[in-house]
Every structure is written in structure tokens, then in C-alpha cells.
């Protein structure tokens, strides 16, 4: 049985904590399931905890990409807090920049950024 | 033979010496000895010349010791190489000359002497120079050091604003410390806006303003704000000229208006207390 990763919902918002390594099977999976659930509970943000990973790869990275991309295009704001100073090196050494997402220090932060963001 | 050289050099020592230094600082283009007081200029010049003949002394094995305590010196007096290397030659010009006048060489020895020479003087050079590269590297290495040390250091100004201050010229070595230094600090210290200050950057080319432009987006990456500050009038012409895009982060001529900026950012400003 393959691992799940767990989405909780938060009156308007969904958490996502990633608390390990994702492989790119459970990448595909979670995508997946963070649409499908925002199309049940149509919430309006999304906030991905990425603070226990201090590795990614360029795929998992364009996973988390598209998933952003897509998130938005069904309407709801992505934060993403947590980034390891490691993981951020490796991003933009690969390129990737994110440009349009949010960013925050830790889950605490990035509520209240989405929050702010929502509210305006 | 060997002992006939070490007596007659011993011998004339003083006047080996006196002749040696009058033709060093004859030598055009090398100030090395007008601008050290006399007593150091004798005080070296005989510690050379003791090293100088140290090796054919006795048992003609070098003494390492002495020649790395000798070049750590004339490394910290800042000798060029090529001047020691002028030293050794003189020296050695010098005394077979003086040997020659003293008919300590003749025509008959002559063959005999230059062997000799040449075995007492390329070793002593190649330890010499081999020292001293090693001792100039030593230095280059430790001031790199030393630099780091000063460099990039993320200081915390008021909460949730830090400041990282660059001085001196960007290398892509440097450019890394900088990232990784700006990361760790903007995670430990929760910090919400970070001001890079540029002021003490003498250049900001396309690789500078690159490394800057990557530090921004990492910054951003973890959940943070950059802010490049301090910057000139001719660093803004460059930055222009070189077609370099910084629209993507905020930019601000002087620390000051900055660290407005960041308040304003986080929701704050600087209010003057009407006290008595």
C-alpha cells in the first residue's frame, strides 16, 4: 500500500504537510488528491508545508509547479512556507523560480499571508 | 677545494656584504632597500648572506628551517620574488669576483670553481624560491580567510528586518557564502524583509548583479523579502548600460530609505516622540 499524504482542511483553507521525501509515484498521487479535494470542499487557498524536506529533485519540483499552476486555475491561492535554505539553492540552481507564488517562513506566516490575501 | 672556498668567504665576509648591498641598491627599479631603515637593510643583508653560505659550511645539506624563518621575513617586508632571485645572483656574482681579485681563483682552477659554484648555489636557489612561494601562498590563503571572516554576515536590526552589509568584490565564491550566509540567517532570525546593501561593492558587473539577482529569488524562496540597497549613482549607469533587469525587486538609493521601506513593509514606521 502505497503512502498518502495527508490534506486537511481548515475553515476556507487546506494544509498539506509533506513530512518526507516524496517519490514521484506519491508526487503524482498527491496531485491528485489535493484537485480532488478542493473540488469537494471548494476551498479557496492552499498551504504547502514543505519544512522536514531539505532535499528535492527537478521532477518533484515541477510537480509542486504544476500543482500551483493548477490550484490557481480552479481558483484558490497557494502559499508555500517552509522552503530549507538548501532546498532554495537547489531550486534556483535548477532554475526554478516561482515566480508567482507565495511564500512564508512557517505555517503560521503563510496563514497569515493567505488570510490577508483572501481578505483583499 | 670546498674548505679553500668556505675559508676565503669567511675571510672577506664583511666586504662580501658591503659590496653585495651597495650593488642591490644599485639595482634600478628596486626601492625595497631605500625605503627600510640602514640597520634593517644590514641586519637582513647578513642573515642572507649567513644563509647564503650556510650550506657549503659543513656537511653542504640545506637547513630548511632557517630558509623558511628567513623568507617568512622578506615575505612580510614585501620583496618581490625576483628581486631575492637578484639577490642570490649578485651574491654569487660578488663573491666569485671577489675570489677572482684575491687569486683564490686562477686560470687553472677556474673549470673546477664554476662546478663548484654551480652546485653550491642552484639548490640553495630552488629552497630559497620554493620557500618563499610557499610562504607567499600561505598569505594569499590566510587573507582569503580573513575575508570570509568579514564578510557576509546577516545582521538583525529590528524584528523581522535584517540587514546583510557587502563589502569588497564579488566572486562567484564569494557570491555562494553570500547565498548560503543570507539563507541560514533569514530562517534563524525569522526574518520578514532583508536589505542587501551594496554599497561597498566597487563593481556590480552582469556576474555580480546575476549571483544578487539569484540571492533575491532564493531569499523569496523561503519566505522573505530582498531589498537591494545602496545603490550609487555609477553602479545605476552600469546596471542600466548593462541591460541588467532588476525590476523584479525592490531597489533603494541609500539604507535609510530601505529600512522605511521595510517598516512600511511590516507594518510599522518611525514616529518622533514630542518629549519635553
Known sequence: MKTRIPILKLNEVLIVSIQWELDDQTAIQFQEDLLNKMHETSALGV?????????????????????????????????????QPAVAITLIELGIRLNNVMTALDLENGLDKLTKELEA | MNKLMVESINEYMDEIIERWTTRMKEEKG??????????????????????????????????????????????????????VNKAIDNFSNVVFELLEEKDVITDENLRRFIVLFSS????????IIDAYSTEW?????????????????????????????????????????????????????????????????PVVDTMVAHHIIQAADAVRLVGAKCMLV??????????????????????????????QAALGMTNREIVEVNGQ
Open chain 2, 120 to 127: 653550491w648555489i642552484n639548490p640553495l636557489r630552488e629552497s
Open chain 2, 137 to 201: 601562498e600561505r598569505t594569499v590563503s590566510l587573507q582569503k580567510i580573513a575575508l570570509q571572516e568579514l564578510s557576509a554576515s546577516l545582521i538583525p536590526v529590528f524584528e523581522k528586518i535584517s540587514v546583510m552589509p557587502l563589502v569588497g568584490t564579488i566572486d562567484t565564491e564569494r557570491a555562494k557564502l553570500i547565498m548560503e550566509n543570507l539563507l541560514e540567517g533569514v530562517v534563524s532570525q525569522r526574518a520578514e524583509v532583508v536589505l542587501l546593501d551594496i554599497t561597498g561593492v
Open chain 1, 47 to 83: 498551504v504547502i508545508d514543505l519544512t522536514p524536506i531539505d532535499f528535492i529533485d527537478s521532477f518533484i519540483a515541477k510537480v509542486l509547479g504544476d500543482v500551483i499552476n493548477m490550484t490557481g486555475l480552479m481558483g484558490a491561492k497557494v502559499v508555500i512556507t517552509g522552503i
Open chain 2, 30 to 83: 628596486e626601492r625595497f632597500f631605500h625605503f627600510m631603515p640602514d640597520h634593517l637593510v644590514d641586519k637582513t643583508s647578513r642573515e642572507f648572506a649567513e644563509l647564503m653560505t650556510s650550506n657549503i659550511r659543513e656537511t653542504s645539506s640545506i637547513d630548511s628551517d632557517k630558509i623558511n624563518e628567513f623568507t617568512e621575513k622578506i615575505v612580510r617586508f614585501g620583496w618581490a620574488i625576483k628581486f
Open chain 2, 230 to 259: 545602496g545603490i550609487r549613482p555609477e553602479i545605476a549607469q552600469t546596471i542600466v548600460a548593462l541591460g541588467i533587469n532588476l525590476n523584479e525587486f525592490t531597489t533603494k538609493s541609500t539604507l535609510q530609505r530601505g529600512m
